[in-house]
């Protein structure tokens, strides 16, 4: 099989998994398979692949057809700027969530060594995002899962990010303790267990951990607003992505703790997908 054929019997299966970017992804997996560049695979394309390429090839359309997530099976994926290693045990970094990322970037602007706190950090995507983006910040990351962790910890050493601090803890069990930040932000757990079922299906190899946010899907931003409050400097932001239709209620429960200026963004789809607000 040449690698031109390659790519269009992957096109053709993914699409038949009903997987929607079908050319979008066999791209992804011809790059992954021969190691070879876009413009190396334009001027290659007639190539043979290897026994070797056209097994792992194999192995990754089985995995792709019960819909098993790309991002496990190529065990890194690119969020904001940077590049996240992820895999079983972790939330993959989804594009919308770089909006969030995105409005921190704004209101830390033209800030000196400001102080950064992300909760329920996951693979460390956010915080490691901005920690980059603000060489001179501090940055913990609060995660509960051991799984989750090493994935922060092994983003930390990917990235250089040195400017963070990964700590393991619940937002259940109290504040991070210690200093005030200027910013908290989190991409918490926020589907409410009745719309799992319409979920991707790669969302359901993801851990429920990181997903499933309580009855109404607002459990850790109650916990947050309530527990976190204090951790926040005056006139620091808090910034939360919320689920389809939370966005609302979100900015009331921070309008009811006392936080001003609460603001709404859209996402690229145009669904309400951050919120944030500062404390007075
Ligand atoms: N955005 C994810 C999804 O809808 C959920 C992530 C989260 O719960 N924070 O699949």
Same mark, same amino acid.
Do not use: Q, R
């Given at each position: 099989m040449t690698i031109f054929e390659a790519y269009n019997h992957t096109k053709q299966k993914l699409k038949a998994?009903?997987?929607e970017d079908s050319v979008y992804e066999a791209k992804i997996i011809i790059k992954?398979?021969?190691?070879?560049?876009?413009s190396q695979i334009l001027t290659e394309y007639t190539k043979e692949l290897t026994e070797f390429q056209q097994n792992n090839l194999t192995a990754i359309l089985r995995q792709r057809e019960i819909r098993y997530p790309l991002q496990y099976i190529l065990g890194e994926w690119d969020f904001y700027k940077y590049k996240f290693k992820v895999g079983?045990?972790?939330?993959?970094p989804r594009s919308d969530t770089e909006i969030l990322v995105e409005k921190c970037c704004e209101y830390l602007q033209g800030k000196t060594e400001p102080k950064i706190l992300d909760l329920c950090a996951g693979s460390g995507c956010i915080g490691i995002s901005l920690a980059k983006d603000f060489p001179d910040? %501090?940055?913990v990351l609060l $995660?509960?899962?051991?799984e989750a962790k090493r994935y922060i910890d092994s983003n930390i050493e990917l990235n250089a990010a040195f400017n963070t601090l990964a700590v393991m803890g619940d937002i259940f069990e109290g504040d991070a303790g210690g200093q005030p930040y200027d910013l908290i932000v989190s991409n918490p757990p926020y589907i409410p267990p009745k719309e799992m %079922?319409?979920?991707?299906? $790669?969302?359901?190899?993801e851990p429920?951990?990181?997903l499933l946010g309580g009855e109404d899907g607002l459990d850790f931003y109650r916990a947050i607003i309530e527990n976190y409050k204090s951790s926040l400097k005056?006139?620091?932001?808090?910034?939360?992505e919320v689920g389809i239709n939370e966005a609302k209620c979100v900015a009331e429960l921070l309008k009811n703790a006392g936080f001003v200026n609460v603001d709404i963004t859209k996402d690229l789809n145009s669904i309400e997908r951050v919120v944030t607000a500062i404390k007075e």
């Open positions: 998994a009903g997987i992954h398979i021969t190691g070879l560049n876009n079983v045990g972790v939330l993959i910040s %501090a940055v $995660e509960k899962y051991p %079922a319409i979920t991707s299906p $790669e969302t359901k190899f429920e951990t990181a005056d006139g620091g932001m808090l910034a939360f």
